[in-house]
């Protein structure tokens, strides 16, 4: 069992994998919730608990709700850091379980594919499991 299995439920894992990873990385509701193949109120409790707390910036555009990592707050470079390790620690890596290693790509700029999440994101459902030992 991996650390942060223990420390985090697997939601908020996805959540601070997706968001903490990169530089600067913002994804809107919808977008987080295609990537990390959970349910749709499973994300939005996680979501709202770590913007109540100050680690998420929440704002929107038109009927978005987009959401990135605060670097304001306190223990961002804690857990960007121990994202950051999880990363490395995990044998297939952020880019094999489909999770983008945000920071390398814009995901927040969806119009350059079709409004849709790439191929190379896809998570399929062995990809999920995998994300649940992060």
């Known amino acids: 069992m991996k650390?942060?299995?223990?420390?985090?439920?697997?939601?908020?894992?996805?959540?601070?994998?997706l968001l903490f990873t990169g530089t600067d990385t913002s994804l809107y509701m919808r977008e987080i919730v295609r990537l990390s193949g959970l349910a749709v109120g499973t994300m939005q409790t996680e979501l709202a608990k770590l913007r109540?707390?100050?680690?998420?910036?929440?704002?929107?555009?038109?009927?978005r709700l987009y959401f990135r990592a605060n670097p304001k707050h306190p223990f961002y470079p804690e857990l960007k850091a121990?994202?950051?390790?999880a990363a490395e620690d995990d044998q297939t890596g952020p880019e094999q379980a489909g999770v983008p290693v945000l920071g390398s790509e814009d995901p927040s700029d969806?119009?350059?594919?079709?409004?849709s999440i790439p191929e190379s994101w896809a998570i399929q459902s062995e990809d999920v499991l995998n994300l649940g030992g992060f």
Do not use: S
């Not at 121990?82 to 390790?85: F, S, V």
């Open 3 to 17: 650390t942060l299995e223990v420390l985090f439920p697997q939601a908020r894992r996805i959540i601070i994998r």
């Open 52 to 63: 109540d707390v100050g680690l998420l910036e929440e704002w929107r555009d038109g009927n």
């Open 82 to 85: 121990m994202a950051k390790k």
């Open 110 to 115: 969806l119009d350059q594919h079709g409004g």
